[in-house]
């Protein structure tokens, strides 16, 4: 069975740090570059970040540039999104999603369930 499945979402103060992990099973996610994205409440979903499949070239959007890091471990099938300076804008559900194809271009075929991040004093 396919499946991407997000963790480490959570509550954290302004300024404070998170890392968010994508764990694939059922696929090798070494053939697939891997974006994540989020959904604040009454928001559109938002593009954050996606890395290819090597991890050679990564993308972020403008709101995040600077604060977040994407990387990922394909010999634990892992994306990771390390999230820091994280101010209340960035509250939403994060989720991971796979590419159809090795760069960060094309379409998305396949979503995990989403990890909630908070940030809130």
């Known amino acids: 069975q396919l499946q991407l499945v997000e963790s480490g979402g959570g509550l954290v103060q302004p300024g404070g740090s998170l890392t968010l992990s994508c764990a694939a099973s059922g696929f090798t996610l070494d053939y697939y570059a891997i974006g994540w994205f989020r959904q604040a409440p009454g928001k559109e979903r938002e593009g954050v970040s996606c890395?290819?499949?090597?991890?050679?070239?990564?993308t972020y959007a403008d709101s995040v540039k600077g604060r977040f890091t994407i990387s990922r471990d394909n010999a634990k099938n892992t994306v990771y999104l390390q999230m820091n300076s994280l101010k209340p804008e960035d509250t939403a559900i994060y989720y991971c999603?796979?590419?159809?194809?090795?760069?960060?271009?094309?379409?998305?075929?396949?979503w995990g369930q989403g990890t909630q991040v908070t940030v809130s004093s």
């Open positions: 999603a796979r590419r159809t194809l090795r760069r960060c271009t094309g379409s998305y075929d396949f």
């Open positions: 890395i290819s499949s090597s991890g050679s070239s990564t």
